[in-house]
């Protein structure tokens, strides 16, 4: 392997070496790495197991078929002009898949996986060019110069993913060939675009975190500034005018003046990583604030029950407030991925728990969604409603269509698989965090936590519970400090009636947290959250579900599929009595309504009050909504009408 060209962190840095994507110089909380947290068993370490086994060889084995990988030793041969192959950001996904590799590879120790990895990076390395730049569709012989097309072109946004790969690989003790690809990359990005540079930015954002975290991780301030610098210059139209504005890019206002998150949802939530990451590095409450007003204002007002933000397909963007039609649902699996990144960012800084919140229910619904059963195709979009059932997809062919029919191998544009394969590659790192006083329990997941208090103490923890399945959760202390210290559990703001015993003694747990003092080894506290299905009703200002109902069960949004109805009973037909609660079924529930049949309209379907033709009992079975679409072509949706 080349040997990392960069200095080693300097001494005395407040950055704490963890094997997470995050480790912030400061905040209220301190992140745990793949070493401090293991997931033993129940929902996410199944889906860890079909990560490893079958995503992350799913996704390496498309990339070589797509040609995609190839366009690295293209460049090498100097051909790639007349043999490249892919959008003008596929480089991305084989980056992606980089770091997917490196979180599995420290989550596991897979020999195997690691000279994978290393096959890869060599490929990639030998189209590096002596100054640092990188790319397989600009700044090569016969191809558009360097930096040409900064609106569409994704340069440095492919970057962004080759440092967040490079980050993976420190974090997990890796000093490689990846890391001094990486490196001299980033040492490119400065020279050419810091403060006597190229003023412009990207039109995709996503270095701006990547340069912070790279920051943090190698201890070169210039990574810092440059993330800094290209923060301070969106918002002041270096990017065109497009047929969506300038909002689509987030350069319409400069970020401390915007009050929404708007345009395009994944940039816009890509954005808000890096801001409250550089805002954190540099003290500056003010960026930090403005960035957590507007994503306050987007989970109040733009996000999904799902925890899915994007009502548009036009633009994968934003809409309005309350704009949130179920049917016309965007939800890409890439703003799932970027809006837990910056719910995460914003916990670390304020120790807010609802974050938490936040985190869970956008895995549950969204990422958990995303692959099939097998790990061998997936959802791009994630919409609340799917009015036919969809037609079988080749599992040979790749989808030129992001929206939703069934998931897909593959797609012309294939950020979303990777997305998730490196998100559940990390996925123990979200579980839980440390203060100088104590440990943090956020998700629930059958595992061992352990972590250093502030004066050095450790606290192991060992955790089981069949969360989502069952409520129980058992947290016995393995070693504990002399001292005082605590306990936080995170109690959800579903979860009314939770409890928590310790010591014999039982006590009403309610949200956001609930924290027990003063145990030693060997003491065991009881969670219990109710998990019985319950009515969820809509804001009445969104308009697009107004008269209906959905039904949820703990963290999981519950969904109905037509595969689940009687013979002769259409979803469209479908209606509720939310006067009756829904009954447990397993990890769903039942639901009683009728199914109403109206006379078929006369030439249009207006004029006046339509008369049911048929009205019938009907007994109706709801399944977890991410499970939704493994059974076969179906209809689907998560809003009920009522009686």
């Not at 918002?235 to 009050?259: C, K, M, N, S, W």
């Not at 998150?261 to 801001?275: D, E, K, W």
Request: glycine fraction near 8%; aromatic fraction near 8%.
């Amino acid at each position: 392997m080349t040997p990392l060209t960069t200095s080693p962190r300097p001494a005395g840095s407040r950055h704490r070496q963890v094997a997470a994507p995050v480790a912030p110089g400061s905040g209220a909380l301190r992140p745990l790495g793949l070493d401090d947290v293991s997931i033993a068993g129940g929902f996410w370490a199944a889906r860890q197991r079909l990560n490893h086994d079958a995503i992350v060889p799913h996704i390496a084995s498309w990339l070589e078929r797509t040609g995609w990988l190839a366009n690295f030793d293209a460049v090498a041969a100097g051909t790639v002009a007349a043999t490249r192959r892919g959008r003008e950001f596929s480089d991305s996904e084989v980056y992606k898949l980089l770091e997917a590799m490196a979180w599995e590879i420290g989550r596991t120790g897979d020999e195997a996986l690691e000279t994978h990895l290393d096959a890869i990076v060599a490929r990639v390395a030998a189209a590096q060019h002596a100054d640092g730049y990188l790319n397989t569709r600009f700044g090569n012989p016969g191809q558009p110069a360097r930096y040409s097309q900064l609106d569409w072109g994704h340069e440095l946004y492919c970057y962004g993913h080759l440092f967040q790969a490079a980050v993976a690989r420190l974090r997990t003790g890796h000093r490689d060939r990846l890391v001094d690809v990486a490196v001299r990359a980033a040492d490119h990005v400065c020279a050419v675009f810091g403060p006597d540079g190229i003023q412009g930015v990207c039109g995709h954002p996503e270095i701006e975190p990547a340069l912070v975290e790279l920051y943090r991780a190698t201890g070169d301030e210039r990574y810092l500034a440059q993330a800094r610098l290209l923060l301070d210059r969106r918002g002041h139209h270096t990017l065109p005018d497009i047929e969506f504005g300038r909002g689509y890019f987030q350069d319409d206002v400069p970020i401390l003046e915007a009050t929404d998150l708007r345009g395009h949802a994944v940039r816009a939530l890509y954005l808000s990583a890096g801001a409250v990451d550089a805002a954190v590095e540099q003290d500056d409450p003010a960026l930090a604030d403005a960035v957590e007003g507007q994503y306050l204002r987007a989970l109040e007002r733009r996000t999904y029950l799902t925890g899915g933000m994007g009502s548009h397909h036009q633009d994968e963007a934003f809409g309005d407030d309350y704009e949130l039609p179920p049917d016309r649902a965007y939800c890409e699996t890439c703003a799932g991925v970027a809006s837990v990144m910056v719910a995460w960012r914003l916990l670390l800084r304020t120790a807010d728990l609802r974050y938490a919140d936040v985190i869970e229910r956008t895995l549950y619904n969204v990422v958990a969604a995303s692959p099939r059963e097998d790990g061998k195709a997936f959802f791009y979009t994630n919409p609340l409603q799917q009015r036919v059932a969809a037609q079988e997809t080749d599992p040979d062919a790749v989808s030129p269509r992001a929206h939703a029919q069934l998931r897909a191998p593959w797609f012309d544009v294939s950020c979303c698989p990777p997305n998730v394969a490196r998100t559940l590659a990390q996925l123990a790192t979200y579980v839980a965090t440390a203060s100088d006083d104590g440990v943090q329990l956020l998700q629930f997941v059958e595992g061992e936590v352990t972590a250093q208090l502030g004066d050095g103490a450790t606290v192991r923890l060992a955790v089981t519970t069949r969360y989502p399945d069952d409520g129980l959760v058992a947290v016995r202390v393995v070693e504990a400090p002399d001292r005082p210290w605590d306990l936080t559990l995170r109690i959800p703001a579903w979860a009314t009636g939770a409890t928590v015993e310790d010591g014999g003694k039982v006590a009403a747990a309610h949200a956001p947290g609930h924290v027990v003092s003063g145990l030693a080894a060997g003491d065991v506290v009881v969670l219990r959250l109710p998990l019985e299905p319950r009515w969820t009703h809509p804001d009445p200002r969104i308009d697009a579900v107004r008269g209906t109902v959905a039904v949820e069960r703990g963290p999981l949004v519950l969904c109905a599929e037509s595969v689940d109805l009687p013979d002769g009973v259409a979803l469209e037909t479908l209606c509720v009595d939310p006067m009756l609660p829904p009954q447990p079924d397993g990890d769903g529930a039942v639901v009683e309504g009728s199914s109403v049949r109206f006379a078929e309209p006369d030439r249009t379907p207006y004029g006046a009050p339509p008369i049911p033709r048929e009205v019938r009992s009907v007994e109706c079975r709801l399944v977890p909504y991410h499970r939704w679409a493994n059974r076969g072509p179906s209809a689907m949706r998560v809003w009920l009408p009522t009686t």
